[in-house]
Nanobody
């Protein structure tokens, strides 16, 4: 089992940057695919980015491709999401999640563990 704690959210103007971090407990962090998801008010939770066990493979939603970068440090049990060129439509609660399956997936329902979320607000 793994516990996830996000940090780094906040209020930023359009065009600005934020870096989200997710700290994971446990000694098997490298066995999890890690993902970032977000949920805006009145909308369903959606996939943002995912990274494979060793960090060699990443995948992004089309809406953030070229602006967001996911990375992980298995020695520090940490996954990060660097968000640049932020837009008002990026406003949401951002969640870190871990998937314990052997298949790299971006499907929300496949992720086993979730953090509590961190608010990101982008003003126009």
């Amino acid at each position: 089992q793994v516990q996830l704690v996000e940090s780094g959210g906040g209020l930023v103007q359009a065009g600005g940057s934020l870096r989200l971090s997710c700290a994971a407990s446990g000694r098997t962090f490298s066995s999890y695919v890690m993902g970032w998801f977000r949920q805006a008010p009145g909308k369903e939770r959606e996939f943002v980015a995912a990274i494979s066990w060793g960090g060699g493979t990443t995948y992004y939603a089309d809406s953030v491709k070229g602006r967001f970068t996911i990375s992980r440090d298995n020695a520090k049990n940490t996954v990060r999401l660097q968000m640049n060129s932020l837009k008002p439509e990026d406003t949401a609660v951002y969640y870190c999640a871990a998937d314990n399956s052997p298949i790299f997936t971006i499907a929300t329902e496949k992720y086993d563990y979730w953090g509590q979320g961190t608010q990101v607000t982008v003003s126009s």
